[in-house]
Each structure stands twice: as C-alpha cells, then as structure tokens.
C-alpha cells in the first residue's frame, strides 16, 4: 500500500506524469483522425450541396447515382469502423500497463486507506467538515481546489464501505449541501439521500432516516429499496415507541443497580480507562493540554558535560522535559547531512511497519500503526555507526546490545496509537530471539520538522513532545528493578500536514548492569 509512507505518494507524482502523457499522446493521434474525418466529411457536403440544389440533374448521370449509393455502403461502412475504432485507446492502455511494474498504481484499498486517514484527522484534530471541504486546515496550506460534491460523496461511500456511519453521515450531508449549490452537478442528489437515509438510521435517527427516504421517493417513485427501507423504518418507529415505556423501566433499574454499587456491565473500567486515555491523547495531539507550572517550574536546559569523555569536549544541548519518568530533548544531535545519509540508505528497505500480536508473538500490519519503516546496521555505513557511538556517549548505556537503528516515515495521516515500547508480563516470546532482556530505553529522533500536528505524546503525564529536525528524545521505559513504567506509554500523533522521519534506538537490559545499576526499589531512578 502506497498511503502508509509520504516516499511512496511522492512516487505517485510519477505515475500520474506517465498517465498524462499517454493520455496527451493518445488526444494527438484522435485529433488527428477526426481531421481526417472532417476533411472526408467536407469532401462529402460539397458534392451532397451540389446535388441536393437540383437531385434530377445530379442523379441524371449514372457515375454520380453509383457514387452515391457506393458512400452510403462501403464508404459509409469505413466510417463506421474508423469511428468505432477503439485500438488506439486499447494501445494507450496497454503501453501503461507495461510499465505497472516502474509505476505505483493505488488500488481500492490504498483509497480506502487515505479516505481512513482524512477521517482520523478529522476527528483527532476536531476538523470541521464544511471547513476540510473547502480545502482548508486549520489555517495552513490551503488545497489547491475545493472538493465537488462528488468528491464529498465518495469519501462518504468510503466510510460507508469501512461500516463507519458516522463519517457517512457527516460527508454526505456535505455533499448534499454542494450538490444543491453546484451549476454544473457532479453527482445525482439521489444517490446521496439513499446513502444518507441508511445511515443516519443505523446511527439510530429513525424519523430523520424516513424523512430523507421520503424525500430520496419523491424524486425517484421507483426507487425498489427506497420503497422496501420506508415500510421497515416506519415498522421500527412503531417499535421504538412502543419500547420507550419499557425502556423508562430499564433505566430505572440500572440507576438503582449503580447506586448500589453494582456495576451494569463488566467492561466499564477497562472502557473508561480506554476512553480517558484517549480524550488526553487527543488534547495532546491538538496541543490543548499542558502541564501545570507546579511541574513545569522544575523544567530547564543546560549543557550536559557527561557520562563520557566525548560530551566533556562537546556537551549536549540538554532539555529536561519531565521529571519522573525522566524524559530529556536534546537538540541538534543529528546534522541534515547525516539525516539524508541515513534517510537515503533507509528509503528503498522500506516495509509498512508491523506489530507484535500479543497473544500470538507474530509480527502483523495493523491500523493503529501507520508508517513505512526498516532498519539499519552499523555495518551499512560510517554515519550509522557514529550514530550509535552518539547514543552511547550521551545516554551512558551499552550499545553493543542495542537493536538496529530503526528509520521511519509516516504517511497521510500516519500515527502510532498509544503503547508501550517494553515487552509486558504476559507477552509471549517478545524479544527472546534477541536474549538481551527486555528495552530498558528508547532514544527517538526526530528527522524533519512537520508542519502540522505528529507530535509524540505521553497520556498518562500530560507530555507532548513536537518533532524538531536534528532532535532527539530520551527516556527510561523500565524502573530500575526491571519492571516496566507504565507512565511511559506515549504514541505518536497523526501528522497533519507535512511529513514526518524519526529514527529510534532500543536499548536492551543486558549489559547496562554496571551502567544503570538495578535496585529492588521501583521508585529507585
Ligand atoms: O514517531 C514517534 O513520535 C514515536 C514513535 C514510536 O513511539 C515508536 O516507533 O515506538
Ligand atoms: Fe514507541
């Protein structure tokens, strides 16, 4: 799939350039053709004025009365081919289609894909859809057009396919208002009411759902399933009605139930916890929320001459972000020489990055992580062993039990939902390949500035932390007695605008034992 990383939509560029041309090349060779046409045809009017202004002269001599007889059969059976003619349009096709393999040709799912990620943007950054429509976000790079209804309704017919009514409903509802307001329509107005109709009803608007049905009747009487979905919604109003007063009664017993501290269903803690987390990620992504001065005040930069002999000659541009867990930035780390070095030798590895199914321990492509990712060894080149010795010198930590340096870019709406990056308790053979332990530290950096949003954001402490090209974070993902910190579950936010590289480092337990000494008190740093 081609969405998940902004390299390979760049590539896209190309293969529309291709497409163009051949379209342009197939527009010469018709232009041509129908000149030929129109000059057979004038040749044709001329001879058919003469004898039409007086026909007995005209017919009169037999050559002519042949002619005309043979234009309207063989001539006319030329025609006929030359203007159903279709084996220039197959040739055009085919000489695209040789080239499938040079080219990048998005299919349904990579459509689906970037529709997805236009919605995910849209709600993680309260985007209101009039506003997207017109091209505009939050006040930065304006599209170059604005959608047409058609364009509105595709993305409504997406979410549709991908069971989501609620952005069905939101789209098509923008359709609806550009369809009414377009001179030249781009889409069938009933076309709209009918996805519309179906899903506000299963958003559980039922009078709306019947009255947009009526309205889908009254321009199309014939409408079969408009006709069947008016008796079953009108039935399910009849329903509903007769169902609230038993319904009053539930509500009842549910209020009693809570008041006696019973819970209604057994997953409300663990939804709740889902969905706390999830508003403060989302008010981080949208940089809503910061942290008190109480916390901030203890924040501050300085030179960091240490642990090694190398910050001493030059120190590091230290940030402390957080205190515990200790989260640290550290500024121009990594030059934009060294960036396109690492960024070059990444590129053509690149797989959509994977995850670890928890229960099952294999490595699988998932939603919630979005991006193209490979990793590179110290072997590769110079710039990624120094790299390595850098991390080193700054944190104090053993490489030589480090994973490879992983490169990452994220696509259209690219995000790494909220996770920890140690392997917990009960996941199964994480990391055991490796017999280094478990990652006791992750140096993450940032590779490009973004223009908007792909922040990296900590939930639990109320931490973001906004990409800055040359930058690196730094943090403990493990109390000193080997347990992991839960407060350093963190995620990366979808990128808005622009596009976004990182680079991060695992480092593993074994190793460290002289480095970070251990202590069985898990408050210990
Ligand atoms: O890209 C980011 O900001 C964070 C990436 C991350 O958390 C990861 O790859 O584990
Ligand atoms: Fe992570």
Redesign the pocket.
Known sequence: EVFTSMTDMSRLLTTEGEMIRAIENYIHAQEEKLNKLRKDLNEMERIHDMAAHSPDDFLANPINAYLLVKRLTVDWADLQDAMTDNSMGKAMLSNLTSMADLLRWPDEEDLNGAATALMRLQDTYNLDTAQLARGQILGKKHAYRELTAADCFELGRQSYNSGDHYHTTLWMTEALSRQEAENNKTVHHADILEYLAFSTYMQGNIRQALQLTDDLLHERPNHQRAMGNKVYYEQALTNQEDSTKKGEENDRLDEEAVDKGYTVSENTFANDAYHRERRSYERLCRGESGLPPKVTSKLHCYYQRGPSDYLKIVPAKAELVHVNPTIHIYHDVLSDQEISVIKALATPMFRR?TVQNYKTGELETASY?I?K?SWLKAEDSEVVAGVNRRIGSITGLNMATAEEL?V?N?GLGGH?EP?F?YARREEKDAFKSLGTGNRIA?F?F?MSDVDAG???VFPQINVA?W?EKGAA?FWHNLHPNGEGDELTR????PVLVGT?W?S?KWIHERGQEFRRPCSLDPEAL
């Open positions: 990055a992580r991006s990712s992983q990452a994220y790494y996770h990056d992750t993450l940032y792909g922040a990296t932390l990409p974070a963190h995620a990366a936010c976004k990182v991060n």
